[in-house]
């Protein structure tokens, strides 16, 4: 984890990579993207469309909560080795972002599946050793501009028959 003055904070990139992960495994090669070119591979259109906010996605804590001794074999060119890494790791943190989706290019249908498998994939390291699983507890569509317009207008015009409902 990186940390300053606000406490251990996870960056939006990683979290952003995520979602480029998962969006992959579970749509590539899919149609029906509204302006995605074909020729584009899901990772690179997600890399390019989809941006999550704040750049310090803070945990709410101020260190982590314990240290995790990891031993790793490896083979190379040089025979097999060994190797001891320690991995933070912070327990029941609640993190709260924006994700900003250009165009809305990712279906909303498609959404709570990127989320479940995003939760079973985890974040940060060891993921392939089953840590960094998490739970979504809330997870909402905020309206485009163009949708909020719509309705921006929509209530304009319903506030002018009003009033001209008002002055007859």
């Known amino acids: ?8 904070y996870y960056e939006s990139r990683c979290l952003k990579a995520a979602f480029k992960e998962c969006a992959h495994i579970l749509f590539a090669g899919k149609g029906g993207i509204p302006g995605l070119d074909k020729r584009k591979g899901m990772k690179n259109a997600v890399a390019e469309r989809v941006f999550v906010r704040p750049d310090k996605i803070y945990l709410g804590i101020d260190k982590p909560s314990d240290l995790h001794l990891f031993v790793g074999h490896t083979s190379g060119p040089r025979g097999p080795a060994s190797n001891l890494t320690y991995y933070e790791f912070v327990e029941r943190a609640t993190i709260d972002f924006d994700v900003m989706v250009m165009n809305d290019f990712i279906p909303e249908e498609w959404w709570g599946q990127i989320w479940a498998l995003a939760e079973e994939n985890g974040l940060g390291a060891l993921r392939s050793q089953g840590h960094g699983t998490f739970g979504v507890e809330i997870w909402k569509t905020i309206p485009t501009a163009s949708v909020l317009k719509e309705i921006t207008d929509e209530i304009a015009k319903a506030d ?3 009033l001209a409902r008002a002055s007859v």
């Open 160 to 162: 002018a028959k009003e």
């Open 1 to 8: 984890f990186k940390y300053d003055e606000g406490g251990l």
